[in-house]
């Protein structure tokens, strides 16, 4: 018996495949692939990097984000230590590997605790680093992986990420090309999370009220030096 | 929840829900919550409509060489350790995950938003051998409490009412105090939150949907506002992706491109929170992550609809603007259309999957006015297609004798405007004596009445209407 497999691809094929020689949409196909071509990237992202960290903070801020800045790494347990006080939260975090945020000082800004590796769902705060930013729509870039766990991008009800001004770009294409620098043409990390402001849900009575499954709160650290 | 099928008898669930207090009141909803934010959120994109327009070229040209990209696809998938399962019909997909639960040893399954999994029935049959499928999504969770299936793509649950949901979770979630306050959509909300993080923390298999699988590197895309389809895949030790064959999309920049229009349509955001790429199963020093990673590719129909005058609702992508925006749909809801697809896509997917004998009545469920086609980012032309299935109910003379004479006389006047024009000046009177009314619509046409639009009906919406006032006078004639 053939396969639903070759049973399905059969079928299309009978028809994509008619014209005879098929030649040209193997080549249409491996080209696309290969090349990947951007299509219309709105202009409304395309300014100078000054800008553009201006317009990841206003769009980050229209969907109930908080946007905090410093001006060099050495003051993100600072940051993030006023933060969680002025918010009458725990200063105690769950945080992955991630060498940026791993070789701070976390000790000298405070009582604060943190918790190594993935979130089991009993951490109030998870404290992340973001691989980028897109301005277009003030929306994170986050990479699985030991540094930066996915679950702490989910489980925490307050999630902090931690942001180099030098990685925000104007689009999402800018930072796919980054992603295939990082890893290689075609290759992608397990997960790859695009974040655009905390957890929502507009499920009852389409009215948008925040804090569903994912964090009720995000708040995102500029590194501008 | 057992899933009934009554496309067929769309005719009496329209009547049905017009005297539905609750589903009407629920039903204003719609247009209130979705029409202004998409109007603002296209507003303010000058470039909405050229992507578009390259939304719709990037689906025609992977439709055009969509066994080709399959194969691109799967080859990614099982490089990054991944499995693809073809399943030809709902049958297969639902055996395929049944095994993959069995296999370990599953006995709940929790599941992010899926139509797919909607339309192969998959959490009836996974009750049925012993496994408890729980929905996630805030919506699919209340309506899998009421026992009801969707009534709207990406809003499951828009026919609910905020008490009718206090009720629900009093009832089920019996191990909560009693005298606990519900009032606020705030408290409902908080409660779904903290009875699913548990069902999240301790699910075997988590089953999502797809949005997009690329196939340049074997990605599946989700996209939430919740977080619950994140929570769904990441936290169990096995996820299922369940995805028709025309979600693939080729590339990352593709995905991108029909992204922007994707929410922006759907609920006037210009991004969803949560839009996730997923590539095989956990890395070598991944701390978190499913152990395994399925892909069921489902079939079901639509390799048919390749090279057919359906092809163009293959690039549907599930949006919900065109049910948003149909007046039809705002007077009956989803659950009138009978099956998963409600609304004037499932107008014309319903019977391009089940066939002309179940889904032939709903094309019907239409005023023609064209409000579907101008607001769907993907450029479908969904009235011509449900015209097109009109027809052949049509020819095949599936429709009852009156019906079809006012066809004739729809199409002969579809074909001359003019004259079409002159007979419109005379109908209006014929329209008003059988209770056209301004605003709302009242009842519909198969439901023995008559629409109207607010707004000023398309051309061809006229000679429907037309159609409609003939075979109307013939019914009083007859009496
Ligand atoms: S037919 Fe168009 S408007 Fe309707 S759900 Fe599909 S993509 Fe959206």
């Known amino acids: 018996m053939m396969s639903s497999r070759d049973a399905i691809l059969g079928k299309i094929r009978s028809v994509t495949a008619a014209g005879g020689d098929d030649s040209k949409r193997h080549e249409a196909v491996e080209d696309r692939l290969l090349n990947h071509p951007s299509g219309t990237i709105p202009a409304r992202a395309q300014l100078k990097p000054k800008a553009q960290i201006e317009l990841f903070c206003q769009q980050a801020e229209a969907v109930q984000t908080s946007v905090g800045h410093v001006k060099s790494y050495a003051s993100v347990p600072k940051a993030v230590a006023d933060y969680l006080r002025e918010h009458n939260l725990p200063a105690e975090f769950r945080m992955g590997m991630d060498e940026r945020l791993n070789d701070l000082s976390w000790d000298k800004a405070g009582a604060l605790e943190v918790k190594s590796g993935p979130s089991d769902g009993n951490d109030l705060i998870g404290v992340s680093h973001a691989f980028g930013g897109i301005a277009e729509t003030g929306t994170l870039l986050m990479l699985s992986g030991e540094d930066n766990p996915t679950t702490v991008n989910f489980l925490p009800e307050t999630h902090i990420v931690v942001l180099k001004a030098g990685d925000i770009v104007g689009d999402y294409e800018a930072l796919w090309s980054e992603v295939r620098t990082k890893f290689g043409a075609g290759e992608m990390p397990r997960t790859v999370n695009w974040v655009t402001g905390p957890s929502r849900s507009g499920d009852i009575q389409q009215t948008m009220l925040l804090g569903a499954h994912g964090p009720r709160s995000l708040h995102i650290i500029v590194v501008d030096g | ?479």
Not at chain 2, 66 to 74: G, I, K, Q, S, V
Not at chain 2, 115 to 143: C, R, S, V
Not at chain 2, 319 to 325: E, P
Not at chain 2, 376 to 384: A, V
């Open chain 2, 1 to 479: 929840m057992t899933q009934i099928i009554t496309t067929s008898n769309f005719k009496s669930n329209a009547r049905t829900a017009l005297d539905d207090k609750n589903l009407q009141k629920a039903l204003t909803h719609v247009e209130r919550g979705f029409i202004g934010k998409r109007r603002s959120a296209m507003d303010a994109l000058p470039e909405f409509d050229q992507l578009r327009d390259n939304a719709r070229d990037i689906k025609n040209h992977t439709l055009e060489n969509l066994d080709l990209y399959l194969e691109a696809y799967e080859e990614k998938v099982t490089k990054s350790g991944g499995k693809v399962h073809w399943a030809a019909d709902a049958e297969e997909a639902r055996n395929q995950i049944l095994k993959i639960c069995r296999d370990v040893g599953a006995k709940t399954v929790t599941k992010g938003k899926s139509m797919i999994a909607e339309e192969i029935g998959i959490n009836d049959f996974l009750e049925e051998n012993k496994i408890e499928p729980i929905e996630t999504d805030l919506g699919e969770y209340i309506i899998q409490l009421r026992g009801e299936t969707p009534s709207h793509i990406i809003a499951p649950a828009v026919h609910v009412l905020k008490e009718q949901v206090e009720e629900d979770f009093r009832r089920v979630h019996t191990h909560l105090p009693e005298a606990r306050n519900l009032e606020e959509p705030e408290s409902l909300l908080d409660e779904a939150r903290k009875v699913l993080r548990e069902k999240f923390l301790n699910a075997d298999v988590g089953i999502t949907g797809a949005n997009f699988l690329i196939a340049e590197t074997g990605t599946s895309v989700i996209v939430t506002n919740e977080g619950n389809g994140d929570l769904t895949q990441i936290l169990p030790k096995v996820h299922i992706v369940l995805a028709s064959i025309e979600k693939i999309t080729p590339t990352l920049e593709d995905v991108s491109q029909i992204l922007r229009v994707l929410a922006r349509s759907a609920t006037g955001q210009d991004m969803s929170v949560y839009t996730t790429f997923s590539t095989g199963p956990r890395r070598e020093g991944d701390p978190d992550g499913p152990e395994e990673y399925h892909v069921i590719l489902l079939d079901n129909g639509r390799s048919n609809m390749i090279g057919s005058e359906f092809q163009d609702m293959l690039r549907c992508i599930r949006c919900g603007s065109c049910m948003n925006h149909c007046p039809v749909y705002h007077a009956v809801g989803g659950h009138a259309y009978g099956w998963v697809y409600p609304g004037p896509m499932g107008a014309v997917l319903t019977p391009s999957l089940m066939g002309i004998k179940d889904g032939g009545q709903l094309p019907n469920a239409s005023t023609f006015c064209g409000r579907c086609e101008a607001v769907c980012p993907m450029r479908i032309p969904l009235p011509k297609m449900m015209r097109s299935w009109r027809e052949r109910e049509f020819e095949k003379h599936l429709n009852p004798s009156l019906q079809r004479w006012g066809l004739k006389a729809w199409a002969y006047f579809a074909k001359r405007p003019k004259l079409y024009h002159l007979a419109m000046s005379f109908a209006i009177p014929v329209l008003s004596k059988i209770g056209w009314k301004k605003g709302r619509i009242k009842s519909l046409p198969f439901a023995g009445g008559w629409t109207k639009y607010r707004d000023l009906p398309a051309p061809e919406s006229r000679t429907f209407q037309q159609q409609w006032a003939q075979r109307e006078a013939l019914k009083q004639e007859a009496k």
